[in-house]
């Protein structure tokens, strides 16, 4: 079983971390505060129950982070996340516990994120922290998707401890939550008023769409696996005609999304790139989106199913 963490809020992220860590480490573990270099830690005080393991547990001073992001299919390695540039969230955080090293608060760092962690990257990031920090290698451990899915598969209480209750079931449920996310993306885009006439697509399969929009296979597998049961029910709203007015809205919203998306082509190369983009964006910006963050992608795989939004991959002569 996977969550879908990437729906959580950042506030119901780090709860889930913190009651994690307090199983892991102990019921002293302290919860997510924002310090005075700008950062927010969780922290623990003492020997650790049970981590890194019963044999050899941290003492001391240990710091826990949590990073999370909407993103799906995330990935520790991304530049954006781990890359040596200044503006990375690891460099920016190293150089935070460079300093809690320097002052003697800090004896072990864990950084928690609902990204991927791939067996080559893991230990790259490590002796990085390890080296730029000044902590010894045994004292760093990171936690990905992997091996977060894992202990709370091991632990389900953790979730409710943590008040969280994981999106599910039927998704937009009711014509005034579509219309509603609709409105929302549709006010999201509305900086830039352009008008163009799209030409209707003929459609072409999957695969093909994928390889012209430079969707890595994984995540279109995510995409697919995750929303492709969704796409009748949506079909079926916006093709009744009491919901003409609705269907103008979408009609409005995939112009304004399609006008961006390949503007953005140059910059960023991938749709996969673009889709995790524009959903962080919109939710940053609307409450409504923010809440519902699992039809904003619903919605977006729609509009990319039904080749109304991302390069068009022609079908025939």
């Known amino acids: 079983m996977s969550y879908p963490f990437e729906d959580l809020h ?3 992220f780090e709860r889930l971390v913190v009651e994690c860590a307090r199983y892991l480490f102990g019921a002293g573990v302290q919860e997510f505060a924002k310090g005075p270099d700008g950062g927010r830690d969780a922290r623990f005080h003492g020997v650790a129950e049970r981590f890194p393991s019963t044999a050899g547990p941290w003492g001391g001073i240990t710091v826990i982070q949590a990073k999370h992001t909407n993103a799906l299919n995330a990935h520790f390695a991304e530049g954006a996340f781990s890359g040596a540039k200044k503006s990375s969230v690891l460099s920016e955080e190293i150089s935070r516990i460079k300093a809690l090293v320097d002052a003697n608060e800090c004896d072990n760092y864990l950084l928690v994120s609902n990204r991927r962690l791939g067996g080559r990257t893991a230990p790259l990031i490590t002796r990085r922290i390890s080296s730029d920090a000044g902590l010894a290698m045994d004292r760093v451990s990171l936690m990905g998707v992997e091996r977060l899915s894992s202990l709370l598969r091991e632990r389900a209480d953790l979730i409710k401890l943590a008040g969280i209750t994981f999106p599910g079931g039927s998704l937009l449920v009711s014509s005034y939550e579509i219309a509603e996310i609709i409105l929302a993306v549709g006010a999201g885009l509305a900086d830039d008023e352009v008008a163009e006439e799209l030409a209707v697509t003929s459609r072409v399969s999957y695969a093909e769409k994928n390889r012209s929009n430079r969707v890595g296979v994984d995540f279109a597998k995510e995409l697919s696996d995750r929303y492709l049961s969704y796409t009748p029910a949506i079909d079926a709203f916006l093709a009744d005609p009491m ?9 409005a919203a995939v112009e304004d999304f399609q006008l961006k998306i390949l503007a953005a082509y140059d910059e960023h190369k991938s749709f996969e790139r673009i889709f995790n983009l524009l959903v962080d964006a919109l939710a940053r910006r609307d409450g409504v989106l923010a809440s519902n963050k ?4 619903a919605l977006l795989f729609y509009m990319y199913w039904h080749c109304d939004i991302g390069r068009v ?5």
């Open 313 to 317: 991959a022609h079908a025939g002569p």
């Open 243 to 251: 919901n003409a007015d609705v269907k103008d809205l979408y009609d």
């Open 294 to 297: 699992k039809s904003l992608r």
């Open 10 to 12: 950042e506030d119901q």
